[in-house]
Structures are given as C-alpha cells and as structure tokens.
C-alpha cells in the first residue's frame, strides 16, 4: 500500500549524497525526506544537517551505529566511497532496509554474489544507481530497440568521453586515482556503460576481450620544470590543459561549481585557491600516485549473437556518450550530451532526426529519473521493482571486471567460467 512520503537515511554525506540525492529531497519534500544521516566528515555531516533539519542525535560519524538503532527508515542510500559500499549495503538489508546503492557494488565477484543472495533472502530491493537507463536518451532508444524500427539488433558500438578536466579532476587528483584504493576505471566509471549496453542487447554475455592503460598522466611526461604542485610556478602553466589554476579558477563550464565544492567546501574562490596550494587537487597530474588507466577498449558476444564494442577515453573535449546500433532494417546514431538521436531505415533511405530536450544536467536526465523511480519502488514498499535490479546490475559488473581481468592477463574471458 502506497504511502505518502518515503523516509530515508544517508550513509556518505559527499558529491553523490549530499548534492545530488539530498538535493532532489529538497526540491521534492512531499516525496522523500532525510531523517538521519552518518557522515565522519563533520563540515559535511553538519552542512547535510542543516540543509535537511535533521536533529543532531541522528547525525553520526560511524555507519555502524545508525544501523545498529531499530529501523527508522524506508531504504537507506549507501554513498560512501567505492570499496565502502558493500559492508553499509549488506548491514542496512540484515536491518531491514530497502537499499539505494552508489556504483560500483563491489569489485569482488563474491561479494556482488552475496549481495544478490541476502537481497532475495529479506525480500528487500538493491537498486543501483544505472542512472543512464533513467535518462531520456537511453528511454527513448530502448523504445526504438523494442518496436523493431531497426529490425534485429547486430551489433553496438559505445563511447565514454571522459574529458580531459574529468579525468583530471577525478582519476589522476582525485578519489578515484588509485585502483587498490578504489576500484579499476572500467569499473569505477563505466559499469554504467556496461549496464547500458547489456539492457540494450536484452541477452546474457559469454565472452569478453579488453585493452588498455595509462598511457599519459605519468611522471616521464612532466614539462620541464613542473613542480610537484601547480600554484608554484609552472613553466607550462599557460600551455598546460590540466593547470589546476585554469580548470578550478578561471573555467566557467557547467561543471565547475560541481567540483569546486569537492575542493573546497566553502566554495569561494579564496577557499578554493588556498586548498590548491597544498592539497590533492592542486597538484601536478604528473606527479600524482594515479595508477588507473587513461584510455581503454572492450569487446562484447552476446547469447543471442550481437556483438558490442566500447571504447573509454579520457583525451576528449566533451564529457558524455556516442552511441552506434545497427540493425538488420536500419541504424540508430546518438550523442547523449547533444540530446540528438537519428533513425535511419535502410529500405527507405529516409533518416528522422529526434530531439528529446532533456534535462542537461544531473547525468542528462538521468539523476532525476532515478530519484523519481526510486520514491516509486519506496512507496509501493518494493512492491514495484524498478528499472534496474540487482541481478542485472551484478550481470554488468561482472562483465567489468571481466574485462579488467582481460586487460591486465591478456585473453579473452569467457562468462559462464568466470569467477
């Protein structure tokens, strides 16, 4: 039975938590509320307070102490950092929760294995956060697949456009440099390609052969001169595309309020100059400790006999996604950033271009269709599963880490004996 308002806890009060599900629950009160939230950063745990009137005995520093209290919630939403999720995940489901879960699940096949099994045990949904299938874009291809505008599917071809300052700010400086930290890149950022390209082909995967490394964002590649931080003087600092100066001072793309705020909370340009100096952010990317690889490959065979291949790349201007599927009656062409997808049936010749107008910002759409499916699913107590589901979202992270297993030992792995 429907209820009025889906009452939540956060677990990881950063980006993902705070500013993009806290920030849905503040534009949409009557729907979803914050009532308690665990946070070991106090200027964020404090901030996430405020921002959501919750009372201080329910502001923790310790996951472990908001799940052990009796269950105060509907779902709890783990945002932790990436090799954090699993621990809060299975704990929130042993407590009764329904679980909104940040990707990656985990990086260890046993792991999203028992996941999967305690979710089905307690009856108790494990929604990831494949928020490409909630964008406009990817609904509305997923369409075309279905009503057969391009006959039977053949094959995929996807492309991640990390972008420079991305890959910059994220995986050379930031919380994702390091694999033994975090989890490989093709986990780390594509398992929503993955995801994607494995609920557009609607079969099992068997095999899968990749490619890849970290070709640039290494110390042999330092301009001469370059100190260890960029804020001291670099001889290429008006050359240089990855000058933190630039990319966090003097930018003015979309994105940059989004990442100022990981550099400095305060988020002035006083605040943001003074963490540069010192801190993980300001620094030289070529003197960084980042081991994930820049550029990447992978090739897919599915059951049903479409193959996919997909390409990540961080030397790209525009963030976002190109895709290319062919089908025995036509093709089907986008660009997820420029809101553009065209049709073409091949016994016509004719080709119609669609425009979504979607919303920009928030994975294109794709955050807020997620929230909205999530409330969903909360509302009906799981009684309506969602667009993603754990068994699919383990199926996609399999494959990723079958792919970085591909890579780093050089074969192809096949599915059905991958452990």
Not at 21 to 36: C, E, K, L, S, T
Not at 57 to 86: G, S, Y
Not at 383 to 410: F, K, P
Request: hydrophobic letters at 35%; charged letters at 25%.
């Amino acid at each position: 039975m429907e209820t009025n308002k889906v009452k939540a806890i956060l677990i990881g009060a950063g980006q993902r938590g705070a500013q993009v599900y806290g920030a849905f629950a503040r534009r949409n009160p009557n729907d979803i509320v914050f009532v308690a939230v665990a946070e070991p950063d106090e200027a964020r745990r404090k901030e996430f307070c405020r921002d959501h009137g919750i009372c201080p005995e329910n502001a923790v520093e310790d996951w472990h102490e908001l799940l052990a209290r009796p269950k105060m919630a509907d779902c709890a939403f783990v945002c932790t950092q990436d090799n954090q999720h699993i621990a809060p995940a299975m704990a929130a489901l042993q407590a009764g929760y329904h679980v909104v879960m940040e990707k990656p699940m985990s990086r260890h096949a046993d792991e999203l294995r028992a996941l999967k099994a305690l979710a089905e045990e307690k009856g108790k949904l494990v929604t990831v956060c494949h928020v490409l299938r909630y964008t406009p874009f990817f609904s509305k291809v997923k369409e075309l697949l279905d009503a057969g505008e391009i006959g039977q599917l053949q094959s995929v071809q996807q492309i991640e456009n990390v972008a420079y300052w991305h890959q910059a700010h994220s995986f050379v400086r930031g919380n994702w440099r390091r694999e033994d930290e975090t989890s490989p890149m093709i986990l780390a950022k594509s398992c929503h390609d993955m995801d994607i390209i494995l609920w557009m082909v609607g079969s099992h995967c068997t095999k899968v052969s990749s490619f890849g490394s970290l070709g640039h964002f290494k110390a042999e590649n330092a301009p001469e001169g370059a100190p260890e931080y960029c804020l001291d003087g670099c001889p290429a600092s008006d050359t240089c595309p990855y000058n933190a100066e630039r990319i966090y001072l003097q930018s003015k793309g979309v994105h940059v309020p989004v990442i100022r705020k990981v550099v400095s909370l305060e988020n002035t340009d006083e605040s943001v100059r003074e963490a540069l100096r010192r801190g993980p952010y300001g620094r030289c990317v070529y003197h960084c400790d980042n081991d994930v690889v820049d550029h990447q490959v992978v090739n897919l065979e599915f059951e049903n006999g479409v193959t996919a291949s997909f390409t990540m790349c961080a030397f790209t201007w525009d963030g976002g996604r190109t895709i290319k599927l062919m089908g025995t009656h036509g093709q089907i062409v986008g660009d997820v950033e420029r809101d553009e997808i065209e049709l073409t049936h091949f016994a016509t010749g004719t080709t119609t271009k669609i425009r979504l107008n979607a919303d920009p910002e928030g994975h294109s759409g794709g955050d807020k269709g997620f929230m909205r499916d999530v409330v969903r699913q909360m509302k009906t107590d799981g009684a309506y599963t969602g667009r993603t589901q754990v068994a699919s979202s383990v199926e996609s992270h399999l494959i990723a880490l079958a792919a970085e297993d591909s890579r780093v030992n050089g074969h192809t792995v096949m599915m059905d004996a991958f452990v």
